[in-house]
Each structure stands twice: as structure tokens, then as C-alpha cells.
């Protein structure tokens, strides 16, 4: 497998990798800590391997996989929704902004989740923070304005994630700045940067390409449950 082909099943190859440490996996199944994320991943997606995820899956857990594959989902599981992505790798990072961010630590956590859940940037939870490093940019009364980090990480590879700005803030090129640090220390530890972005967030794709990124493939996030 290339470095890249690890993309077209990315929650699979980073639980079996860069987060083998913390990953519950069973089988041809794996999952990260339900307080970290609510995103699973299988090797193969195939009966056999749904039941083996059903078992780190308790009832009523909403989960979410995320693949390049195209599958038949058995009887025993329900489809929520789907989103479809534009997944994009950047092999050139434009370097670090002039103003470096901050790096994020616990203290900062409920204001992580409170702009999460007010922008909806992906899934991001309390324990979000254990999966990488998350930077942010603040006010000067302390309120933190925008943020970014790093999730999935495959061999040799990691993910940009979490990007979000509350509303008053944006328009002045935070996130701009937060996805090019973050990909220029990504790039620094001899990894490459890659993100998933809506496709029909235009004004995202245009900045990331504008940043580096370039489009890879198209990829759907399918949020499920046990019936």
C-alpha cells in the first residue's frame, strides 16, 4: 500500500497506526474511546466485520465511518445521514503566519466544545484533544476565536480537523492562518497534511487550495446505529 491508498480507508489505518495506543479494535473493527470520537473504522466492509464492530458499539451510539468504499450496510445497523468530502492532501505547506497560535491544553476544553457545537466543524467531543495537537487564536479579552488541530493520523500521514471560527470573528483570515500553521508543523515532523471538507463548501475548498491542498478524491462520512 502507497502512502496515499491509506487515505481510501483513513479511520481504519490510523486506528491500526498513529492511534494503535488508544484504539479498541476487535477483529477486522476498531473504534477511538467514545469520549474521544464518535468515529469507527473496519479493514474490510463486510458482514463479519459489522459484527465485530456491533460488539465495541453499544445501543443507541450514534457512529461514524468514513471511506472511500462503497458497501451494502447489513439489516442490523441503521443509516442517520451522510455527508459527502473532498478529501484533500497538500505536499507544500505555505509555511507559518506571522502570528503563531496557541497551543490548546485542557483548561481550554469547554471552549473547544462550545464553538464546535455552535459551528458543527465535525464530530468533536471532550476528549477531541488527546488525538493531536489543537492551536488556537484568542482575543485579547481571553475568548478563544477560532481553532484547529490534527485527528486521524495514518503512517506518515495526518489530518487537519476541527477548523472553526465563531461568526463575529470571521473575514479576518483566522483560519487561514490556524490550517497553515497546523500543516506546516504536520509537515515539519515529516508527515503529510490532509483534511476532509464538504463538497458544497466552496469558500473552504477555494481557501485550502489557496493554502496548498489539493483535491485527492471524493469520500462520505455515513453516520450509523444498531437497530
Not at 496557541?102 to 462550545?114: F, K, Q
Not at 465535525?122 to 490534527?150: C, H, Q, S
Request: proline share 7%; aromatic share 8%.
Amino acid at each position: 500500500m502507497t502512502k496515499l491508498a491509506a487515505l481510501d480507508n483513513p479511520a481504519w489505518n490510523s486506528l491500526i497506526s498513529g492511534h494503535r495506543p488508544i484504539a479498541e479494535i476487535n477483529g477486522m473493527a476498531g473504534r477511538f474511546p467514545i469520549a474521544m470520537s464518535p468515529i469507527v473504522g473496519l479493514e474490510r466492509y463486510v458482514p463479519e466485520a459489522f459484527g465485530q464492530l456491533a460488539a465495541l458499539v453499544p445501543e443507541e451510539d450514534a457512529v461514524g465511518l468514513v471511506t472511500t468504499d462503497s458497501y451494502e450496510l447489513p439489516a442490523d445497523w441503521e443509516l442517520l445521514g451522510e455527508v459527502e468530502c473532498y478529501q484533500m492532501v497538500c505536499h507544500a505547506p505555505v509555511g507559518l503566519p506571522a502570528v503563531a497560535p496557541v497551543r490548546l491544553v485542557e483548561a481550554d476544553v469547554p471552549a473547544m466544545v462550545e464553538l464546535a457545537l455552535a459551528t458543527e466543524p465535525g464530530p468533536f467531543r471532550a476528549g477531541t484533544i488527546a488525538m493531536g495537537r489543537y492551536y488556537g487564536l484568542k482575543a485579547e479579552d481571553g475568548r478563544l476565536m477560532a481553532m484547529a488541530g490534527e485527528r486521524m493520523q495514518p503512517e506518515g500521514l495526518t489530518e487537519v480537523s476541527a477548523v472553526c471560527t465563531w461568526p463575529e470573528f470571521r473575514g479576518k483570515g483566522l483560519a487561514a492562518k490556524l490550517v497553515s500553521f497546523v500543516a506546516a508543523q504536520i509537515a515539519a515532523d515529516g508527515r503529510v497534511p490532509f483534511l476532509h471538507v464538504k463538497t458544497e463548501n466552496v469558500a473552504a475548498v477555494a481557501l485550502y487550495q489557496r493554502l496548498g491542498f489539493e483535491v485527492r478524491t471524493k469520500i462520505v462520512f455515513r453516520l450509523m446505529r444498531r437497530r
